[in-house]
């Protein structure tokens, strides 16, 4: 029995061979044969549309009586991937927004969640001072650059002010940096150590369980036969991410547990567990991170996930996870993911007005409707029926306390089929 013993999870999957012309992941266990992980992988699908309607309400708030011109907006489309008009778009989430005399702005629920959001925002400041220590205390010199760390500061939750409202805040901790006097070159340095910050999520973990540091480990069962290779990794003793790395051997088994434990750290610093391979490579230096990074991360698949969702690739902590579902939820992500019901809300609402219309057109047309678009129908009159009978059976259908948004068939469980497969595969036409 090994003194740091791994945790492992056996999953039923199937291998498929790996892409041609790749001789550097064949040499580390031929990675990329492992089938890809519907769960997560639908984990990451959901948050494309979040992420995107979320920038837009960004860029509303920011402007004069939180409207924006429609023509404005359009041009903005670019900055976030989108083609086509953005009236379309728009008009998909009426829950969210709404068009006032050629103008985008929040209707009201959006509002209240946006006062909500700031709510909690401001109650978490010393959760943001925390988290921007331990961030600190894992760079070399306890010191960052402000601009690399805007590039995750949303993955943290940090609000956009948090140069002018946390640090200064906590002078004990925080101080401002610049030799140079440009811009570019401004950080945050930290000014005191505090032990109790220096304790990694594995450490805590392993301290509530009363047992040694380890990671869990999520294989495959194609994978039975690595399982020697990770045994052996674990059979390392952990070294903490806050420990000085600089007393380390490069390319030792020591580096490499610290290495992985670093990445883990920081993914566990995130409300998503999760963040842009590309934008973890910019703290390589700071980390004290091995230039071949991505092959860290494909070397030890139980405790990462690896995907190219949308063409970026993207690291996520798989302990975070149950299937597609976060297990510990931030006080932060809590609210966001209301704003996430309010867009579905709306896109099934869209989504049914459109396929109506269709239907109609086709019965005007003289062509034969199919089965599911006659059940719509026979739906739809059951629904203005039953209006018609009582309005007390309107409650049934409406989320949020009686707000007056119906979801119509959303609980059906094959319209609920539907709903999603729009939702999650559309391509945002």
């Not at 401001?122 to 010191?143: E, Y």
């Not at 051997?249 to 610093?269: D, T």
């Not at 391979?277 to 980390?287: D, S």
């Not at 299937?323 to 704003?339: H, I, N, R």
Request: proline share 6%; aromatic share 8%.
């Amino acid at each position: 029995m090994f003194p740091h013993q791994t945790t492992l999870i056996i999953l039923r999957t199937s291998s498929s061979q790996p892409p041609p012309n790749f001789p550097i992941l064949r040499r580390h266990f031929c990675l990329w044969s492992m089938k890809k992980d519907p769960d997560l992988e639908s984990a990451l699908s959901r948050n494309r549309r979040w992420i995107i309607n979320n920038q837009i309400k960004n860029i509303i708030l920011r402007y004069p009586n939180n409207q924006i011109p429609i023509e404005t907006l359009q041009k903005k489309f670019k900055t976030l991937d989108l083609q086509g008009k953005a009236l379309n778009w728009i008009s998909k989430y009426p829950s969210c927004f709404e068009l006032h005399q050629r103008r985008i702005r929040l209707t009201k629920r959006m509002i209240n969640l946006v006062h909500q959001e700031q709510t909690v925002r401001d109650s978490l400041d010393p959760v943001f001072a925390q988290r921007l220590a331990k961030l600190l205390m894992l760079s070399v010199n306890n010191t960052l650059n402000v601009l690399k760390i805007n590039e995750i500061k949303n993955s943290l939750g940090f609000p956009d002010d948090y140069l002018i409202r946390i640090v200064p805040r906590y002078p004990d901790l925080f101080r401002i940096v610049n030799e140079s006097g440009r811009r570019s070159s401004m950080a945050i340095e930290l000014i005191h150590w505090n032990p109790s910050f220096a304790v990694s999520e594995v450490e805590a973990s392993a301290l509530r369980s009363g047992v040694d540091p380890n990671f869990k480990c999520c294989l495959p069962s194609s994978w039975v036969k690595s399982l020697e290779k990770f045994r052996e990794f674990e059979s390392v003793p952990y070294v903490s991410p806050y420990s000085d790395p600089t007393v380390l051997v490069e390319g030792s088994k020591e580096m490499e547990k610290r290495n992985v434990g670093l990445v883990h750290e920081l993914l566990s610093l995130t409300l998503w567990k999760k963040v842009s391979i590309m934008k973890l490579g910019h703290f390589k230096r700071e980390f004290f991170l091995p230039d071949k990074l991505n092959v860290l991360l494909l070397k030890h698949p139980g405790i990462f996930y690896v995907s190219n969702k949308y063409r970026i690739y993207t690291v996520l902590l798989r302990e975070g996870y149950v299937g597609s579902q976060l297990v510990d939820k931030d006080p932060l992500v809590v609210v966001k993911e209301k704003f996430g019901e309010i867009m579905q809300e709306g896109l099934h609402e869209y989504n049914q007005r459109r396929r109506l219309v269709n239907i109609e057109k086709k019965r005007n047309k003289g062509d034969p409707l199919s089965r599911v678009d006659e059940d719509e129908m026979k739906g739809r009159r059951r629904r203005r029926r039953s209006s018609e009978v009582s309005d007390e059976d309107d409650d049934d259908d409406v989320v949020g306390g009686g707000n007056g948004n119906k979801l119509g068939g959303l609980l059906d469980p094959e319209e609920r089929k539907r709903f999603y497969k729009v939702l999650f595969e559309d391509d945002g036409s």
